[in-house]
């Protein structure tokens, strides 16, 4: 993490420039390619080059030419990386995974030997509850895992002019064989449950490997209703930020399939017993993004205004929570 800022009102941090020295990620060439898409490849000069593989999602193939990514977004599901040599990599099994001899890979370096370390949470440039702060002229030239610029329950807050790209030839602080073709390890700008939605101004965010700019609310998830007594699961006080309800609130109902029900007001809520197996089991059955029924590690019992409209498989947002 370069900077964080937790609490602050009207606080400004202009002017930076950063790079990691180790880079967060890799490149090398595709050597060789067989018919099942399995690749040989070599760590290009001046790339690091760490004892260890571990997780190197995500993935991503780039044309030697133009520099553009190839595969649809990066390789995905169950491709394996080990380390065959030294700076020599075998990628074998997965999909999508578009790449042929002579073609760039680049992968993140998120633990293992060489210095690098994992981080489950490494926000670069992080604000959390802050209100009002402005973030102006920040260039980021890496970021490893997870998002660049990350705002958590902000309150009008500002971006204005900052970067997140891959660092040319020329601003590198170490010779390569090849130039950056990355920038980011993950999301580029990232804001969750925030009361006023930040203002992202005359930024340029581009070569991260996944969204550029992800602004999100946070639902909990309806597991039990008993009449006006609503159970919901959630994961937000998980990170220290309490339940997202509180008793005054009018609540948001969305039904599984999209449906908007009625709005609800909140009288009352009381910490409940942890997430159970048939309820995560239950999760799981609804198509939801993978994994999800894993995430809740806190419960709460709502009380809630009559007639109840919500069901079990809704999920509810506070409405002043956008």
């Keep these: 993490r370069m900077f964080s800022l937790v609490g602050c009102t009207n606080v400004t941090v202009k002017n930076v420039s950063f790079d990691y020295d180790p880079l967060p990620f890799t490149q ?3 050597e060789k390619a067989d018919a099942n898409g399995d690749w040989e490849m070599k760590v290009i000069d001046g790339y690091p080059d760490p004892d260890v593989c571990g997780d190197p ?50 992968w993140s370096l998120k633990y293992g030997g060489n210095g690098f370390l994992r981080s489950p949470a490494c926000f670069t440039v992080n604000l959390d509850r802050c209100v009002r702060c402005r ?10 895992n997870l998002f660049c610029f990350n705002e958590v329950r902000g309150d009008g807050n500002a971006y204005v002019g900052c970067v997140l790209d891959r660092c040319p030839p020329e601003k590198d602080y170490a010779k390569r064989g090849l130039k950056r073709l990355r920038s980011g390890n993950h999301d580029g700008f990232n804001s969750r449950m925030s009361k006023k939605a930040p203002l992202i101004e005359n930024c340029t965010i581009r ?31 998980a ?28 009288l009352a809520v009381r910490p409940d017993s942890a997430p159970r197996a048939d309820e995560r089991a239950f999760m799981k059955t609804l198509g939801l993004w993978p994994g999800q029924e894993t ?27 956008r």
């Design 135 to 144: 973030i102006e002229n920040v260039t980021a030239y890496s970021a490893p």
């Design 207 to 237: 070569y991260q490997s996944d969204d550029c700019v992800n602004i999100s609310g946070h639902y909990a998830y309806v597991s039990e209703v008993k009449g006006n007594e609503v159970r919901v699961l959630d994961k937000v006080a």
């Design 28 to 30: 090398a060439y595709i």
């Design 57 to 106: 999602w995500p993935m991503q193939v780039f044309d030697p030419v133009n520099f553009e990514m190839k595969n649809p977004m990066r390789c995905w599901d169950g491709f394996r990386l080990e380390k065959t040599g030294p700076m020599r990599y075998r990628v074998s099994g997965g999909r999508d995974k578009t790449g042929d001899v002579g073609d760039v890979c680049v």
């Design 239 to 266: 990170w220290g930020y309490g339940c997202p309800v509180a008793a005054g609130d009018v609540l948001q109902v969305m039904a599984a399939d999209g449906t908007v029900r009625p709005p609800v007001k909140v």
């Design 295 to 321: 995430a809740f590690h806190d419960a709460f019992l709502i009380t809630v205004e009559g007639p109840n409209p919500i069901a079990k498989a809704d999920v509810v947002v506070p409405e002043n929570a």
